[in-house]
């Protein structure tokens, strides 16, 4: 790590923390030739491989904006979208892999949004998944039909 003052080579870690709920480390650094601190980010870099092939560092924003989209006049808050993107990305990261192909991160989204709120799931999963006809709505209605039965019969 180049000091960013002198641009010496070398600098000593002073202090490390856990940061953005665990998934980066915070290090305070002091460089041995000007002795000045400063503090750096680290994380574990996650690269998205795209339908066209390219690749792309994994973007929690992103996630963000295509679920934003879906929620479009829903009541849904930005603070619940924060929380889904957040659990989107530790699933991704949960699976251990350096890459990871976008259509996974486009798996990972449906069972939170879902859970979220069932109509933004139609939307996103219309999209996502190529809904080609109204056959392709009814067969998603009738699953989470389906789901709800399920859990009306199993609640006390």
């Known amino acids: 790590m180049h000091c960013p003052f ?7 870690v002073i202090d490390s923390r856990t940061a953005d709920d665990g998934s980066s480390i915070r290090r305070r650094r002091q ?6 601190r400063f503090t ?8 998205v491989t795209k339908r066209s092939g390219a690749a792309e560092p994994f973007s929690r924003a992103k996630v963000l ?25 530790e699933a991704v990261r ?15 989204i449906l069972g939170p949004l879902r859970e979220l709120d069932e109509v933004a799931y139609l939307r996103f999963a219309s999209v996502y998944q190529a809904f080609d006809s109204l056959e392709d709505f009814e067969a998603a209605i009738t699953l989470l039909r389906a789901e709800h039965t399920t859990l009306a019969q199993d609640a006390p």
């Not at 460089?31 to 000045?36: A, L, T």
């Not at 750096?40 to 690269?47: C, G, N, P, Q």
């Not at 949960?94 to 990972?108: F, L, P, T, Y």
Request: glycine share 6%; hydrophobic share 35%; charged share 25%.
């Open 65 to 89: 904006v295509g679920v934003r989209k879906a929620c479009q006049g829903r009541p849904v808050t930005e603070d619940q979208l924060a929380l889904l993107a957040q659990r989107v990305e």
């Open 40 to 47: 750096t980010l680290e994380s574990a870099s996650l690269s």
């Open 31 to 36: 460089c041995p030739e000007c002795n000045r």
């Open 94 to 108: 949960a699976q251990g892999s350096a890459e990871i192909d976008a259509h996974e991160i486009g798996m990972a």
């Open 6 to 12: 002198c641009r010496h080579t070398d600098s000593r």
